[in-house]
């Protein structure tokens, strides 16, 4: 008898972005900050008690709901923080999506979606995104779609482009099921659709504090929704999945959004520079409204050839070997120093491929 279940054994597993433990790489493969987060983060971190450590923390991370809801202009009842925003889609898929359902999601998209799908055995509705050039575009099915769960990562990832918040509402008021809107990227993006949220009782938001406010390393996220739709994901959740250090640190760096402001504004000023350079050399890419871009290879240069040396001269940028990709890299935007050192060898590789 296997000892799991036949889709487990079927399946295969979410492949993260490489992790290096050398620091002088050049970390430009998984969208992390390039800038540390608020001081105030450390200082919050540091503060820490023993005592603090033996309890369980609050079960439901009751400061940073209460500092996000005063950001956001809503009320702490409306948001439910997770272990990273990964942990937000696993709840939503636990409790909305069972054997044989359908999920729907664009493609290319985050690729996590296909893997929680697979894990709960549901039946995966695909919606190719429809490329014009650098133009990325839903597909007309989209505002027709019977199916449990829909995600949309918004601005996309991989491709940084950005839906409006009318398509948006459009889609979310046709669709039966419940929209997961992914908006992990969308403090460097002009706006958010939590507007919607008001409006309709079937949609969540994924936020996540690994972005934009340097936090990947806490793991810490959250979900905003009405409150009818968030009790019925604590339902399904752990007992106690935010640990007291993240809690005060994710508390700490949201109450200081002056800080984390700038970061996304320096962040927004080296994404032009680098796509305006990256098109100066002959790639192709849309505009990117996030922290990354996705830069089509000029030919006759190999894009994964391409990463392999990067690679080898330090510097980590992410290939996808996936439908629609394998043309493309993507590259996070990083600091200024470690942008002019990517485009130095891209230069140099481009030219000498
Ligand atoms: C589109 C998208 N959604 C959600 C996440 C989850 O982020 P985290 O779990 O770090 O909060 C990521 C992380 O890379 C992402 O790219």
Redesign the pocket.
Known sequence: MPLVRENILQMAGYVPGEQPGDSSVIKLN??ENPYPPSPRVLEAVQRITAEQLRRYPSPDARTFREAAAQVHGISPDMILCTN????L?ALVFRACVGDGDHVAFLEPS?SLYPVLAAMQDAEKVILPYRINGTHWEFPPEIFKLAAKLLLI?NPN?PSGTLAELPTLDRIIASFPGVVLL?E??VDFAPASALPLVREHGNVIL?R???KGYGL?GM?F?YGIAQPSLLAQLHKVRDSYPCDALAIAAATAAITDQAYAAGTWEKIKHQRAHVSAALRSMGFTLPDSYSNFVLAQVPAPVNAGELYQRLKAANILVRYFNLPGLTDKLRITVGTAEQNTALLTALKTLTTAA
């Open positions: 998984t969208n990273g925003g990964d942990e889609l985050y990562v990832a992914d992990a990227y994924l996540s504090m690994s990947a793991r996220g």
